[in-house]
C-alpha cells in the first residue's frame, strides 16, 4: 500500500499562495486518485474534502470553498500531487492530508467522494493564514 509525504505548508498572510505537495511511493500511488482533506482543528473529527485528482490527471474536484482559488495536479513520473492555493483566507488555516483513493483507475473525481473513500494518509502539513 503506497506512503505518502505531504509538505508545502508554512506561515503566510492572507492573499499570499501556497503549492502544497504529496509525495507517494510504489505504483499503487499511480494508480490512484488523490484527495486533499483538511482539518481545520484536532478536535474536528470529520476531515473536510477540498480537492481531488484522478488517476490519470484528467479529472478534478474542489469544494466550493476552494472554487477558483486552487489547482491540483500531478506529476505521475515523480510520484507527486500538487495543490496551489492562492488568495489565502483566514479560514484556510488548518492541517491539510492527503490520501490515496481506496479504488484504483477511478476515472472521475466528484463531490460525492468523502475521507471514508481514502487511506494511507500521511502526516499532513500544517498551513496558516494571518490576517
Known amino acids: 500500500q503506497a506512503q505518502v509525504v505531504e509538505s508545502g505548508g508554512g506561515l503566510v498572510q492572507a492573499g499570499e499562495s501556497l503549492r502544497l505537495s504529496c509525495v507517494g511511493d510504489g505504483r499503487t500511488f499511480i494508480e490512484h486518485a488523490t484527495g486533499w482533506f483538511r482539518q481545520r482543528t484536532r478536535n474536528e473529527r470529520e476531515r473536510e474534502y477540498v480537492?481531488?485528482?484522478?488517476?490519470?490527471?484528467?479529472?478534478?474536484y474542489y469544494a466550493p470553498s476552494l472554487e477558483g482559488r486552487a489547482t491540483i495536479s500531478r506529476d505521475n513520473s515523480k510520484n507527486t500531487v500538487y495543490l496551489q492555493i492562492d488568495s489565502l483566507k483566514t479560514e484556510g488555516s488548518g492541517m491539510y492530508y492527503c490520501?490515496?483513493?481506496?479504488?484504483?483507475?477511478?476515472?472521475?473525481?466528484?463531490?460525492?467522494?468523502?475521507?471514508?473513500?481514502?487511506?494511507?494518509w500521511g502526516q499532513g502539513t500544517q498551513v496558516t493564514v494571518s490576517s
Open positions: 480537492a481531488a485528482i484522478n488517476w490519470k490527471g484528467t479529472t478534478t
Open positions: 490520501g490515496i483513493d481506496l479504488s484504483p483507475f477511478r476515472r472521475r473525481v466528484t463531490g460525492t467522494l468523502t475521507s471514508v473513500d481514502f487511506g494511507s
